[in-house]
């Protein structure tokens, strides 16, 4: 069994970070898998927040990396990354999620979100 890899950015203002909902309705950190033509694991993660976002980023130092296992037999491994960026005057995201928001610590606490998500966002609050 092999895993596959998955690049994640922490990126907000204010106190509050950006999550995205996926297709099986949990918030999740944008970004994604590194493919072909990315050189590195941070400019996949650039390359995903400008699709996902439309956030022209900069992709600072790895926070965390951990196991997930969201589907049987189908580990990722998930790479957390700082990232920075102007806060746009809106959010904006790309139809692969049904949704953006800016979440602080208090929200974070009511919404369904992987345990890994939630310790590396203790690091960035």
Same mark, same amino acid.
């Given at each position: 069994?092999?895993?596959?890899?998955?690049?994640?950015?922490?990126?907000?203002?204010?106190?509050?970070?950006?999550?995205? *909902?996926?297709?099986?309705?949990?918030?999740?950190?944008?970004?994604?898998?590194?493919?072909? $033509?990315?050189?590195?694991?941070?400019?996949?993660?650039? *390359?995903?927040?400008?699709?996902?976002?439309?956030?022209?980023?900069?992709?600072?130092?790895?926070?965390?990396?951990?196991?997930?296992?969201?589907?049987?037999? *189908?580990?990722?491994? @998930?790479?957390?990354?700082?990232?920075?960026?102007?806060?746009?005057?809106?959010?904006?995201?790309?139809?692969?999620?049904?949704?953006?928001?800016?979440?602080?610590?208090?929200? @974070?606490?009511?919404? $369904?979100?992987?345990?890994?998500?939630?310790?590396? @966002?203790?690091?960035? $609050?």
């Amino acid at each position: 069994m092999s895993w596959a890899v998955s690049v994640k950015g922490l990126i907000g203002w204010g106190g509050e970070v950006v999550l995205l *909902r996926n297709e099986r309705n949990e918030w999740e950190l944008p970004g994604g898998q590194p493919d072909a $033509t990315d050189p590195t694991p941070e400019a996949a993660l650039g *390359r995903e927040l400008d699709e996902e976002l439309g956030l022209d980023a900069q992709v600072g130092p790895l926070l965390s990396a951990y196991r997930y296992d969201p589907v049987p037999h *189908r580990p990722v491994l @998930i790479l957390v990354y700082r990232c920075w960026a102007d806060r746009p005057a809106a959010l904006w995201h790309s139809d692969e999620h049904g949704a953006v928001g800016l979440f602080g610590p208090s929200a @974070i606490d009511s919404i $369904t979100l992987p345990d890994g998500y939630r310790k590396a @966002i203790e690091l960035f $609050t």
